[in-house]
């Protein structure tokens, strides 16, 4: 289960996000916040099926 202020990646690669809130009722349900290697902060809503925990 996915939890807020969690670590994640998707499941195929990608940035690692924060996960900053859950919309259960919504299918695009994690909306997360990362971090790209210009320094350019982006936020973005996922499926957190797509997701896996970053330990």
Do not use: A, C, Y
Not at 27 to 55: A, C, L, P, Y
């Amino acid at each position: 289960m996915i939890q807020i202020g969690q670590q994640v990646q998707q499941t195929f690669g990608g940035p690692v996000k924060t996960v900053l809130d859950l919309e259960p009722e919504l299918i695009e349900n994690g909306i997360t916040q990362w971090t790209d290697e210009f320094g350019t902060v982006s936020t973005g809503k996922f499926m957190d099926t797509q997701f896996q925990n970053i330990h």
